[in-house]
């Protein structure tokens, strides 16, 4: 499974953004697609991630402002972010599990929230 992520850039702090992810290979084997992200300085967190039947987790940080959907037929799986704080400044990365619960991650896109 390769993936590629897009969407990255500036936003103001309490704007929007959308980011975008498309896998390619083994698609049929994807169970779970998401988000993690890595602060400068920080460790790698996952944020949000949707299973093959449409159950969703999200980190304390981001639940109730971000959004994970998922279309399991292309191998998409979009994040948008609403309210966007300085914290969530951040490299995101596209991640996906597989059936045989290998883990794969896209080059990551990068989000800075400033004025």
């Known amino acids: 499974v390769q993936l590629q992520a897009s969407g990255g850039g500036l936003v103001q702090p309490g704007g929007s953004r959308r980011l975008s992810c498309a896998a390619s290979?083994?698609?049929?084997?994807?169970?779970?697609m998401g988000w993690d992200r890595q602060a400068p300085g920080g460790e790698r967190d996952l944020i949000a991630f949707m299973t093959n039947d449409g159950r969703t987790y999200y980190s304390e940080s981001v639940k109730g402002r971000f959004t994970v959907s998922r279309d399991n037929a292309k191998g998409t799986v979009d994040l948008q972010m609403n309210s966007l704080k300085p914290e969530d400044t951040a490299v995101y990365y596209c991640?996906?599990?597989?059936?045989?619960?290998?883990?794969?991650w896209g080059q990551g896109t990068e989000v800075t929230v400033s004025s």
């Open positions: 991640y996906a599990k597989d059936s045989g619960t290998s883990d794969y």
């Open positions: 290979g083994s698609i049929s084997s994807i169970v779970n």
